[in-house]
C-alpha cells in the first residue's frame, strides 16, 4: 500500500536456490474444479447512491454454518473490512428466512442453523459506499461518475478452509453506459452485465474492478506477454487524458520491472488509475492488478503528476514484494486471522526503495526531481523527535494502530516510517554490496534471486527475517543480521543517512524550495515550514504539525488548531512565508494569532534564518553511485 503522507508527514519452491526451500507455500489461487462454488452477484447501477445490492448462493451442509465478513484485508495490514456498512443483510433456503446471529465476541462472524435437507442458501445484502472521507479501500471509493469495488466488501464465506481453497463466481451489473477494468478473467458479456470467470476467494477478492462512465484502457506492452493495461477512470473526460510522455514513461515501467525482477507471476496486470478529487487517496497492491487513486487532474498537471509520480511503480512492485513473495506474518490463511507486520520495513520499505528508484529508472522523475523527493523524505526522519523513543521496528510492529493514528503530534508519535526510512536503509544496503563487491554486485541481484526466475503462476511464498539475511549473504557475504538490527531498534535521534552519503550526495538545506517541495505543497494544500519556525499547515492556516524542538512548538503552537493572523495581518500562506523570510534581516519575532476551538491565542515566535528547505547536494570525493541506480537499466 502506498498513503499520501501530507504536510511533515504507503509449486516451484526448489527452484530458488538462493532462498532454498521454505516450509510452508500458499498456492492454488486458480479455482479447483471440485470444491463447490459460491456465486456472488453484485449490482452497481446504484453505486451513484453509494449503495451496491448483494445476492449470493453458498453450498452448505445441515447443520452449524459459521459465516464470515472479510475483516483482515491483504495489503492494508488491519483489520479495515467496513463491517458497519453492510446492511439489509437476509439469509435464506428455498425462499424461506434463516435467522442469524452476530457472534458476541467476534463482530464480523454471524452464526446461522442449516435446516435439514437445504443444501445451498441465499444470502442478501447490501453494502453502503462511504461518502467523501479519507481512509483505504472502506474510504470513499465512488461519485457520479466512477467507482472502485472491492469484493471483500460485499460478500461473506464459510469459516474452516483456507481462502484459496474456496471457489467463488462473480457477476456485475454496471451502470448504463459506464465501462470498466479488472485483472479478473471475464467469462461472458452482454451489455451492463459481466460474467466472470471462477476464481479462488483470495483472486476474487485481490481483483477489484474499476468503473467509471469517463474511461479510457491503454495497452502498455502491445504484443508481449504477459500483457499490461492502464484503465483509467476519472470525473470528467478531460482527465483522462494521458499525454505520450507519460504513456512512454508507463510502457518503460513495464520495462523495467522486468530489467530489474527478471521474471513476472502474473498472467496479465492492470493498473486500475481513478483520477478524483473525491475519493480517498492512496494506493492498494493486488498481485495482477493495483487500485491507484489520486487527484482529478494528475495526468494533465505537471506538478501533481510530479507529486504522486512514484505511485504506480510502488504498487506495480508489490505483485513481485508482497503478492509473490509476503512476510510469514502476512501470508494468512483467511480474512479472520491477525496479520503480523514486523517485516513491513521489507513488505513496504523494498517496495518503497524499489518503486522510487523506478520512476527515475522509466522517466517518471527526472533524476534530479528523484534527488529532491529523496531529500524530503531524509530530512523528515532526520528531524523527527518521536525516533528518540520509538525504533522503527515498533513503526512496523504497530502498523495496525498507525495506519489509523490522528495526523497531529506526528513529529512525536512517529507514523508507518518504514515506508520512508525503509528507502534510507535499502539504500545504504545497495550501496554497500556494491562497494563490498567492487561494483560486481547490487540489489538488483539479491531482488532477482528473492523475487526473480522462474517466471510462475499466482503463488505466495512466505519468507523470515532469516531468510532475508540469507538471500543478501548469497549476493555479498556481511553481517546482515546486525546491519537490520542495529537500524531497526536505534533510538539514535538521526536518520540513517549512510546510504546517500556513501552514494555521493549530501542532505543540505538552503532558503529556495526544489520543484518537488512546491509540487508536494500543490497536491496537499500545504505550506511547509517545518525546517524553518518547525511547522506545517494547510493552506487555510489550520497546524498539522510542530517539530518538537522547533521554535513554533517552544512558542506554544499546538498542532490542530488554526492560524488566523501573522504579525496583525490576515493569514494567508504567502504572508507568513515572506515573513519567515524576513527573518533573515530583522530580530523582532514573528507574531501569531490563533484559533483553539472558541478561544483566541497569541504567540511569538523567536526565529532568524530565512526559510530553509532540504536538498541533496553533490560530494564529489566520493563517486556517483546514486546516478549508476537510477539510470534506465532495460534494453
Ligand atoms: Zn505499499
Known amino acids: 500500500m502506498a498513503l499520501r503522507r501530507t504536510g511533515r508527514k504507503c509449486t516451484r519452491m526448489n527452484k530458488n536456490k538462493i532462498l532454498g526451500v521454505f516450509g510452508l507455500f500458499l498456492v ?8 463447490p462454488l459460491t456465486k456472488v452477484s453484485v449490482d452497481a447501477t446504484d453505486s451513484i447512491r453509494r449503495l451496491y445490492h448483494v445476492k449470493m448462493t453458498m453450498p452448505v451442509k445441515a447443520g452449524p454454518l459459521t459465516l464470515l465478513y472479510p475483516e483482515w484485508i491483504p495489503g492494508e495490514h488491519g483489520p479495515t473490512g467496513p463491517i458497519t456498512d453492510v446492511v439489509n443483510v437476509r439469509i435464506t433456503a428455498n425462499g424461506s ?9 467476534e463482530m464480523f462472524t454471524f452464526q446461522v442453523t442449516v435446516p435439514d435437507g437445504v443444501t445451498s442458501i441465499d444470502i442478501a445484502l ?12 472502506s474510504g470513499a471509493s465512488t461519485t457520479a461518475k466512477l467507482a472502485v469495488l472491492s469484493w471483500n466488501q460485499m460478500l461473506l464465506y464459510p469459516k474452516g478452509r483456507p481462502t484459496d481453497q474456496l471457489n467463488y463466481q462473480a457477476d456485475l451489473k454496471v451502470p448504463p453506459g459506464w465501462r470498466y477494468g479488472t485483472a479478473l478473467p471475464i467469462q461472458t458479456e452482454s451489455g451492463q452485465n459481466i460474467q466472470f470467470k471462477p476464481s479462488s476467494l483470495t483472486t476474487l477478492v485481490d481483483s477489484p474492478v474499476l468503473m467509471g462512465a469517463y474511461f479510457k484502457t491503454i495497452d502498455l506492452s502491445p504484443g508481449s506477454s504477459p500483457p499490461h493495461y492502464v484503465h483509467i477512470a476519472a470525473d470528467s473526460e478531460h482527465a483522462t487524458d ?21 521474471a513476472r507471476h502474473y498472467r496479465s496486470y492492470h493498473f486500475l488509475l481513478t483520477l478524483s478529487d473525491h475519493v480517498a487517496h492512496f494506493g492498494l497492491e493486488h498481485h495482477e492488478s493495483s487500485d491507484d487513486r ?3 487532474r494528475t495526468l494533465i498537471d505537471d506538478s501533481l503528476r510530479r507529486a504522486d509520480a512514484s505511485l504506480l511503480s510502488h504498487e506495480m512492485t508489490h505483485s513481485w514484494n508482497g503478492k509473490y513473495r509476503r512476510p510469514a506474518g502476512l501470508a494468512t490463511a483467511d480474512y479472520a486471522e491477525p496479520m503480523k507486520g514486523n517485516l513491513l520495513w521489507v513488505y513496504e520499505g523494498l517496495t518503497e526503495y524499489l518503486g522510487e528508484i523506478l520512476a527515475p529508472r522509466s522517466g517518471l522523475l527526472t533524476a534530479d526531481e528523484f534527488r529532491q523527493e529523496l531529500a524530503r523524505e531524509a530530512a523528515m526522519l532526520d528531524t523527527r523527535s518521536g525516533r528518540a523513543w520509538r525504533p522503527l521496528q515498533d513503526t512496523a510492529d504497530a502498523a495496525q494502530l498507525l495506519y489509523e493514528a490522528r495526523k497531529d503530534y506526528t513529529d512525536l508519535r512517529r507514523g508507518t516510517d518504514y515506508y520512508e526510512e525503509g528507502t534510507l536503509i535499502w539504500l545504504e544496503a545497495d550501496v554497500m554490496i556494491r562497494q563490498l563487491s567492487h561494483g560486481a554486485k547490487s540489489l538488483d541481484d539479491f531482488v532477482k534471486a528473492v523475487h526473480g526466475a522462474p517466471s510462475s503462476e499466482l503463488m505466495v511464498k512466505p519468507y523470515t527475517f532469516e531468510d532475508v539475511v540469507q538471500a543478501l549473504n548469497g549476493i555479498q557475504p556481511y553481517d546482515w543480521t546486525a546491519f537490520f538490527r542495529e537500524r531497526l531498534q536505534s533510538t539514535s535521534p538521526h536518520a540513517p543517512l549512510g546510504g546517500i552519503e556513501n552514494s555521493g550526495w549530501k542532505l ?28 506545517s499547515l494547510k493552506e487555510d492556516g489550520s497546524i498539522e504539525d510542530v517539530r518538537m ?38 530580530t523582532a519575532p514573528i507574531e501569531i494569532m490563533v484559533e483553539d476551538g472558541e478561544f483566541y491565542k497569541t504567540f511569538h515566535i523567536s526565529y532568524r534564518g530565512s526559510e530553509r528547505y532540504p536538498h541533496l547536494v553533490r560530494d564529489e570525493s566520493k563517486p556517483d553511485l546514486l546516478g549508476a541506480i537510477i539510470a534506465p537499466h532495460a534494453k
Open 242 to 262: 494521458a499525454g505520450p510522455d507519460q504513456v512512454t514513461h508507463w510502457q518503460n515501467l513495464v520495462k523495467e520491472t522486468g530489467a530489474l525482477f527478471g
Open 294 to 296: 489520486t487527484l482529478e
Open 126 to 137: 447490501d453494502y453502503i459506499a462511504a461518502p467523501d472521507s479519507a481512509g483505504f479501500s
Open 508 to 535: 543540505a538545506y538552503s532558503d529556495q524550495p526544489t520543484q518537488i517541495w512546491r509540487d508536494h505543497e500543490a497536491y496537499d494544500k500545504s505550506c511547509d515550514l517545518s525546517y524553518s519556525i518547525g511547522m
Open 97 to 105: 428466512s434463516i435467522p442469524w446471529r452476530r457472534d458476541v465476541a
Open 549 to 586: 524542538d522547533g521554535p513554533a512548538s517552544k512558542a506554544g503552537l499546538v498542532p490542530a488548531t488554526k492560524i488566523i493572523a501573522v504579525n496583525g495581518r490576515k493569514f494567508n500562506p504567502q504572508l507568513l512565508r515572506e515573513t519567515v523570510a524576513a527573518t533573515a534581516k530583522s
Open 28 to 35: 492454488a489461487s486458480i479455482a479447483s474444479a471440485q470444491a
